[in-house]
Nanobody, 126 residues
Framework: QVQLVESGGGLVQAGGSLRLSCAAS????????MAWFRQAPGKEREFVAA????????AYADSVKGRVTISRDNAKNTVYLQMNSLKPEDTAIYYC???????????????????WGQGTQVTVSS
């Protein structure tokens, strides 16, 4: 079992930045691929970014590519999402997810993930 706790969400003006954090506990963090997903009101959950076990492989949704960076610190059991140049359409609840895997690639599909956090709200005002 892995417990995930997100933090760092909040209200920011368009063009601003936020850094989300997801702290993991319960198992060996480096055995898990990690990802961020988001869900806006009335919309389905969508993939944002993913990172492999070692941190050397990443993947991004086209909608955030160039504005968002995912990273991880395996010594701190934490994955981060640095978001810059935020837009009102980035407003959503952001969820952290973990997938136990022996492979090192990132995974972009939500169905691949075993564990989810409770989410953190990000609101971008225009």
């Amino acid at each position: 079992q892995v417990q995930l706790v997100e933090s760092g969400g909040g209200l920011v003006q368009a063009g601003g930045s936020l850094r989300l954090s997801c702290a993991a506990s319960g198992r060996t963090f480096s055995n898990y691929a990690m990802a961020w997903f988001r869900q806006a009101p009335g919309k389905e959950r969508e993939f944002v970014a993913a990172i492999g076990r070692s941190g050397s492989s990443t993947a991004y949704a086209d909608s955030v590519k160039g504005r968002v960076t995912i990273s991880r610190d395996n010594a701190k059991n934490t994955v981060y999402l640095q978001m810059n140049s935020l837009k009102p359409e980035d407003t959503a609840i952001y969820y952290c997810a973990a997938k136990s895997t022996i492979y090192y690639g990132p995974y972009a599909s939500g169905v691949d993930y075993d564990y989810w956090g409770q989410g953190t709200q990000v609101t971008v005002s225009s």
